[in-house]
């Protein structure tokens, strides 16, 4: 078989060019990252369980009528996503104060918010993802008045969808970031939410203890960021809720 032709490689994902004219092959690595890369280390099993998780997240999104990227899960590693131009900006949506916020604003952790609040962050490592206004945004060319109205609601609707599911299986979503790409269908623009939605992404407490099953389990070293997804994965159903206990739990197909 020929080698597959790699298009990027960033700290979580590898993409590839995919088979038909306008895809692209995401493919999930095992490699964990924390406060812009400064924290490395290599989880076994964590790109199986994002991969199975960001298609669940996308697929439930598409039901509802929130247009995405994704196309198909391809194996336990990688799936089929349509190309799209990304908007340089991580858009995040904060339920709860955490994170930067509470540095920031002086706010206590876990204080929910009198609404969800949308955040903007200019994409750029070498910056270290600086915290930006809808007013940079417009100076630099971004992205128009336009493509931020339907950012902002599409950003909504992923936080009203994510925030049930999640509360239906016991957990409060505390914040998530996700990021948008353009698609051209002819002349008309079209808006769709891309590269992933998985634990790394969101801030996830459980509901009656607090307990963290996100990524700051491992920026905290809280203990094992495997177990904290794998309970994420089991409680929506993605996985098995009694695997055995002598081998790997199996992720259902």
């Known amino acids: 078989m020929a080698r597959r032709k790699k298009i990027y490689e960033g700290k979580a994902k590898i993409l590839y060019e995919g088979p038909e004219p306008g895809t692209i092959v ?13 924290k490395k280390d290599v989880i076994e099993g964590k790109g199986v369980l994002n991969n199975r998780l960001s298609e669940f997240f996308m697929t439930g999104l598409t039901s ?8 198909k899960r391809l194996n336990m590693r990688e799936q089929l996503v349509r190309s799209c131009e990304i908007i340089p900006l991580e858009i995040i949506v904060r339920n709860y104060a955490a994170g930067s916020m509470t540095k920031r604003l002086g706010v206590a952790e876990g204080t929910q ?22 007013e940079h945004i417009a ?5 128009s008045q336009q493509d931020m109205d339907d950012i902002v609601s599409l950003a909504l609707r992923v936080n009203d969808f994510m925030s049930g599911l999640m509360y239906g299986v016991g957990i409060k979503l505390i914040d998530f970031k996700i990021e948008i790409g353009r698609v051209f269908e002819g002349d008309f623009q079209r808006l769709i939410v891309a590269d992933e939605i998985s634990p790394d992404s969101c801030r996830l407490w459980d509901i009656e203890t607090g307990k963290k099953l996100d990524k700051d389990v491992f920026r905290q070293d809280l203990g094992s960021l495997t177990d904290a997804y794998t309970e994420v994965a089991t409680r929506l159903g993605v996985m098995p ?13």
Not at 26 to 38: G, L, P, R, W
Not at 64 to 71: E, N, R, S
Not at 123 to 134: C, F, I, M, R, S
């Open 26 to 38: 995401q493919y999930f690595k095992d490699d964990a990252t924390a406060f812009n890369a400064e």
């Open 64 to 71: 509802v009528g929130v247009p995405t990227h994704f196309l």
């Open 113 to 134: 918010l009198p609404r969800p609040i949308v955040e903007y962050c200019y994409k750029d490592d070498a910056l270290g993802d600086p915290l930006v206004t809808e």
């Open 139 to 143: 100076a630099f060319g971004w992205a």
């Open 241 to 253: 809720k009694q695997p055995t206990h002598d081998t790997k739990p199996t992720l259902i197909n």
